[in-house]
Nanobody, 124 residues
């Protein structure tokens, strides 16, 4: 199973980016999927997840600004990030669980397959 994250870059505060995560070797549906990030000098943290029945969870820091979605035909996971702040600067990772469930988790130890990360820098 391979996950290829892309879409990172440098954006000014208030700007938007859409991250993509192309998955090969495993159908996205019906597994739980998630996005994580690692801020400079900090441990990796959960950003958002989507369960097998498309229930979503967001970290408090990104609620109302970020949106997780997926395209089962393209086998690709997305993270739309709006109203970006300097505190959103991080390496962003996508991940898939070997689990089908009504609920998903933003705990990274729950996830089995990981992308390589894409850097998002929010700076003026």
């Amino acid at each position: 199973v391979q996950l290829q994250a892309s879409g990172g870059g440098t954006v000014q505060p208030g700007g938007s980016l859409r991250l993509s995560c192309a998955v090969s070797g495993r159908k996205l549906e019906p597994y739980n999927v998630g996005w994580f990030r690692q801020l400079p000098g900090k441990e990796r943290e959960g950003v958002s997840c989507m369960s097998s029945v498309n229930r979503t969870v967001y970290a408090d820091a990104v609620k109302g600004r970020f949106a997780i979605s997926k395209d089962n035909v393209k086998n690709t996971l997305y993270l739309q990030m709006n109203s970006l702040k300097p505190d959103d600067t991080a390496i962003y990772y996508c991940a898939i669980e070997n689990k089908i469930g009504m609920r998903c988790s933003t705990a990274d130890y729950e996830y089995d397959y990981w992308g390589q990360g894409t850097l998002v820098t929010v700076s003026s």
